[in-house]
């Protein structure tokens, strides 16, 4: 398939996805709830500012597109990931991460951040928005050692009637496989971001995929 093909495909399937639920947090134990910070995620992703640079392995594209959202709507369900008050499990996707996106989608090579994310906003903030919810596993605080034993876990998103699947390898790597099962899925490579509060991250390698492109 083509890159526009592609990029169709995408945009197409997550617009079928509309109506994305809104994220409630799941009842927590009162000592849990004393334990845990509320720094939320978006104050995680904004301490590197909102330029683009030249390290493929932090998150300024994921950064920039949830910034895209709030801002074209701000009662977006992507605003949870600014409230730490509520607890949920993120996992970011790198910069590097994204330019394998694009590069699938499009079949161009990427020299500059800056140049994936102009690709990855033509896509739309709709769909966008649904790409950011799919990473989003909302009520639950998951840390790299819980998810170790989780094997076959089938975690529901905030992306409306969807679903990731944690698969463990070797008893020490973490696999989450999307809804696309012709593509490599994403492995953990930084886990527990923010660990301590509420919302916790894991970093990917790769952009999981709510849709069969």
Known sequence: MNGVRRLTALAAGLVLTAGAALITAAPADAHSKHRLGQSSLAALLA???????KDWNDYDIL?????????????????VLADGSVPLTAFLPTDRAFRRLASDLTGKSYSSESAVFADVASLGIPTIENVLLYHVVPGKTITY?????????RL????????????????????????DPDDANPYVVQPNLNRGNRQIAHGIDRVLRPVDL
């Open 63 to 79: 950064d920039n597109a949830v910034r895209a959202v709030l801002t074209a709507d701000p009662k977006s369900p992507v605003a």
């Open 156 to 179: 529901s998103t905030a992306l409306s009637g969807s679903s990731i699947t944690v698969s463990v390898r070797y008893c020490i790597f973490v696999k989450l496989v999307d809804a």
């Open 47 to 53: 301490k590197d500012g909102s330029g683009f640079d």
């Open 145 to 153: 050692r819980a998810a170790l034993r989780s094997n076959g876990a």
